[in-house]
């Protein structure tokens, strides 16, 4: 299953391409810390 995180304010079905994908919403600081590490993380873990 397709996953994408995203900090857009939209979240329907296929607003990112795939009809069964899913969007997870986050700050753009999630956003960041998921980009890094490959997959959903707590960008508080990431901070020195």
């Keep these: ?3 994408c995180a995203s ?3 939209r979240n329907f ?3 990112q391409g ?3 994908g899913r969007t997870l919403l986050m700050s ?3 956003v960041a ?3 890094v ?3 959903v993380a707590d ?3 990431l901070l020195p």
């Design 7 to 9: 900090s857009s304010n």
């Design 13 to 15: 079905k296929g607003r």
């Design 43 to 45: 960008v508080r873990e």
């Design 37 to 39: 590490t490959g997959s």
């Design 28 to 30: 753009p600081a999630m």
């Design 18 to 20: 795939s009809p069964t």
């Design 1 to 3: 299953r397709e996953v």
């Design 33 to 35: 810390a998921a980009a």
